[in-house]
């Protein structure tokens, strides 16, 4: 009997602690050496999931390798916008329907075999074909055939026009002829793939044989943590060269006024969210959005989450996307329109859920958003749940009022033109709007029709959006080179230095 | 003998069963949907159910829970839902960091507190026994990850003379800084563990000493300590070594709690993770091996214990009741 009680005392522990959650990893100590020499390591809490790229939510894979070890046609620089990559240039045909990449001369893979037309072909088929799981699958569907006229170059025929074809390539990097995700560690990048140690470091290193202009470092390790102060505590005592991204102003405390450190502050397109299920009420009366939205007083919350730091924002839009607009005060706080509106809606005694993945932010900005709405006589109610029932309440079941969430991709206002997002938006001008952009016929005409729909959804509150977080990276002083703004998925490191 | 022995080869199967049972039914009733979590916002619901099946989700519950125990004897615990690498590979890789961490620090504790509860029982009223006695409870009282938060800020931060964490990217080819990487774990879990078993070594001793064959054999002339080594020690290890082998347990559990602090990737980390992308095949194995492990030890412990104590071979001769 006592041991069928130990054994149910360890399986209830390692449940309960497997259900609290928190913990690092790590292990490496950076090299002195300086210069073209010097190994560059890295701490970030965004450890790969997996080696499979071209995955939705695969962040932490694209943040490793995409531009470092796999390159796509394309990329998109630390300013947002879209360059040639292993398209050395590309022609576009009157109608937009037919695009002819020119692929960049003396490419080879890592293992010294070339880069061929029909790699290009390979990689892109997998990325539309059936079972296809990447998260770009529906962006490049428009894509109705890929053909390689010589070894040289890449045809794709489209369905329609697309001016955001050429964004979308750069999400979808390119592997060997007959390579499937899951194998591949062959890419045409800057680095060489080492190895990934689960749950603590991934490891690149220069190719030397690079068709572009070579790394500046010899190699780079990122290292993983999953808790913040583990990961301080490594760059405070010289075993990590650079942080990604600090996740709080609290732990800069220790790096301020300190010469041995440098802070950085660069802008994100990580926009912090308090979605309302627009497609049950009282969230499909578009005063009662305006009425909540008005109701929060954003620098506030942005103040006690960031100090300082960071962006109020008025919509999804962040100012590195093409169609930014700042509308941060068409909803400004104020309590008094916000209880007006809410009178004319015919709404009293409201008591509504915000559904969050428990932990900071969402935690203060949820106790923050229940203060502010009690003033206007509404009631909001905390429902902490962990990641994977986020994903399965909230995203997949939609079954839930509002809920806070951070989402990070550039270019993402198109979802509001999605009905059946998660948040339920629905208006028949804004999805004519979002398709109409991506057929048009310049970029001018795009750019003009995403900035009626950012303009619209602001002024509707499809959401609330309450701030675009910083990009905060801590440094050691002798590291430079490093992008300072985080626009894309990718962190390049190829210039990162350390000075000798 | 060999009764007893089936009996209890028996009960433990039975459990081990059980156990594959509960894990695997109380995994798949957490909230959370594995293929959700992986591929994340931007999905369609196309490629969800196309996910689904590639893992194997979509299938009735009983064919899950029988494709993973027939795995299981067949020696392949499954891949992972989200690295998709082997899972028996995984963990295998993460054992050199979390066997010798919990092993050092079950040795540790075991070689301080079994001397020091002794010498607080035998010099209960001293100011060693107090002493001992006070700064056990409050080893007890102080949560692990705190002991090793506060090991980190004198050690590390501080003095500087030891990493505030992580393992080298070498392994144990760097012997000496994969050991000095493990110096403040183990002595994190050794000061919780050696807190609980002072007091049991404590208690454990006492209980003896007030034993009617002690004072005999002191009122023949022999000293206290004298008479605890000849005739105690053997009587005490009974109740002790039962504790040591929930004590191995807990230094398994306790090394999965401190990883975390320290950043060592070992099985705790590897949990934590799991659970968070709910990679189900992973968390199960994991699970389920801990609780085997938890078991087996005290199989052993039982046996370890009749060879002890004489009573108890009689007593199971008599109906098996132990």
């Excluded at chain 1, 979308?168 to 007959?178: E, F, H, K, R």
Aim: aromatic share 8%; proline share 4%.
């Amino acid at each position: 009997m006592r041991t069928l009680k130990a054994a149910a005392a360890v399986l209830a522990t390692t449940l309960l602690l497997a259900a609290c959650g928190s913990g690092g990893s790590g292990g490496a100590s950076s090299s002195a050496a300086a210069g073209a020499d010097a190994e560059i390591v890295i701490g970030s809490t965004n450890e790969p999931t997996g080696l499979v790229r071209n995955v939705g939510g695969s962040s932490g894979v694209s943040q490793t390798m995409t531009r470092n070890v796999f390159e796509g046609l394309t990329s998109v620089d630390v300013d947002g916008l879209v360059v040639p990559t292993l398209a050395k240039d590309w022609d576009v045909s009157e109608d937009g329907l037919v695009y002819t990449f020119h692929l960049q001369p003396g490419v080879h893979f890592h293992d010294g075999s070339d880069l061929t037309a029909q790699d290009v072909v390979w990689s892109i088929s997998q990325t539309i074909a059936p079972e296809s799981k990447s998260a770009r699958k529906n962006d490049l569907s428009v894509i109705s055939s890929i053909t390689a006229p010589d070894d040289a170059t890449v045809q794709l025929d489209l369905s329609r026009r697309s001016q955001s074809l050429p964004f979308y390539l750069a999400s979808v990097t390119i592997v060997q002829d007959g390579d499937t995700e899951l194998s591949s560690e062959n890419g045409t990048g800057p680095y060489r793939f080492v190895e990934w140690t689960q749950g603590d470091h991934l490891t690149i290193e220069r190719n030397d044989d690079y068709w572009g202009t070579p790394a500046k470092n010899s190699g780079v390790t990122f290292r993983f943590f999953k808790d913040t102060t583990a990961l301080n505590n490594a760059l405070l005592t010289g075993d990590l060269d650079l942080v990604i991204a600090e996740d709080s102003p609290d732990q800069l405390v220790q790096f301020e006024g300190n010469d041995a450190f440098t802070i950085t502050e660069g802008t994100s397109t990580t926009k912090q969210i308090w979605a309302f299920n627009d497609r049950v009420a009282p969230f499909d009366d578009v005063r009662v959005r305006q009425a909540l939205y008005k109701a929060i007083d954003r620098e506030k919350v942005l103040d006690a989450v960031w100090d300082g730091y960071g962006q109020v924002i008025g919509s999804m839009v962040p100012p590195t996307d093409p169609w930014f607009v700042d509308q941060a005060d068409v909803h400004a706080y104020d309590p008094q329109a916000a209880k007006d509106l809410l009178a004319q809606a015919g709404v009293s005694d409201l008591t509504i859920a915000v559904d969050y993945v428990a932990g900071d932010p969402s935690e203060t900005i949820a106790q923050l958003l229940q203060a502010d709405l009690q003033a206007v006589g509404v009631t909001l109610t905390l429902n902490p749940v962990d990641d994977a029932t986020w994903y399965q309440k909230i995203y997949t079941d939609h079954d839930f009022q509002t809920t806070l969430m951070g989402h990070v991709n550039p270019r993402d206002v198109v979802w509001y033109a999605n009905p059946d997002f998660y948040w339920g938006y629905d208006n028949k001008d804004v999805q004519q709007w979002v398709a109409d952009a991506d057929q048009a016929a310049t970029t001018e005409e795009q750019t003009a029709l995403l900035t009626q729909v950012n303009e619209t959804i602001g002024q509707e509150a499809a959401s609330a959006w309450l701030y675009l977080d910083p990009q905060i990276r801590v440094a050691r002083a002798e590291i430079t080179g490093f992008p300072v703004n985080q626009v894309t998925e990718s962190f390049y490191v190829a210039d990162i230095v350390r000075e000798g | 003998m060999s009764r007893y022995l089936l009996t209890r080869v028996g009960t433990l199967l039975l459990s081990l069963v059980l156990a594959s049972v509960v894990v695997f039914a109380v995994l798949r009733f957490l909230p959370g949907d594995s293929a959700g979590t992986s591929l994340g916002v931007g999905t369609t619901s196309d490629q969800l159910e196309q996910l689904r099946a590639d893992l194997g989700t979509d299938q009735p519950l009983w064919t899950q829970y029988g494709q993973w125990v027939a795995g299981l004897f067949s020696g392949s615990a499954g891949t992972s839902f989200v690295s998709r690498l082997p899972v028996g590979e995984l963990i295998a890789s993460k054992l050199p960091i979390t066997l010798p961490l919990s092993l050092a620090a079950f040795v540790v504790s075991v070689l301080v507190s079994v001397p020091l509860g002794v010498v607080a029982a035998v010099r209960r009223r001293g100011v060693v026994g107090v002493t001992v006695s006070a700064v056990s409870q409050l080893g007890v009282a102080v949560p692990v990850f705190w002991v090793g938060v506060i090991l980190v800020w004198i050690f590390a931060l501080e003095a500087g003379v030891l990493p505030p964490g992580g393992f080298p990217r070498q392994g144990w080819e760097d012997p000496a800084a994969a050991v000095r990487s493990l110096v403040l774990p183990v002595a994190t879990v050794a000061i919780a563990m050696s807190s609980v078993m002072v007091r049991y070594v404590r208690s454990a001793t006492l209980d003896v000493l007030d034993q009617d064959y002690v004072r005999t054999a002191r009122s023949l002339g022999y000293g206290r300590w004298h008479a605890l080594a000849r005739h105690g020690l053997r009587n005490g290890a009974v109740p002790v070594v039962a504790i040591l082998g929930i004590e191995l347990a807990t230094s398994l559990l306790g090394a999965v709690v401190v990883e975390n602090v320290f950043a060592l990737p070992g099985l705790g980390t590897l949990l934590v993770s799991s659970v968070e992308g709910r990679d189900l095949p992973v968390v199960q194995a994991l699970v389920l091996g801990l609780t085997a492990l938890v078991l087996v030890t005290n199989f052993l412990v039982d046996l370890a214990q009749r060879g002890i104590d004489p009573r108890l071979r009689a007593g199971s001769a008599l109906g098996g009741a132990r």
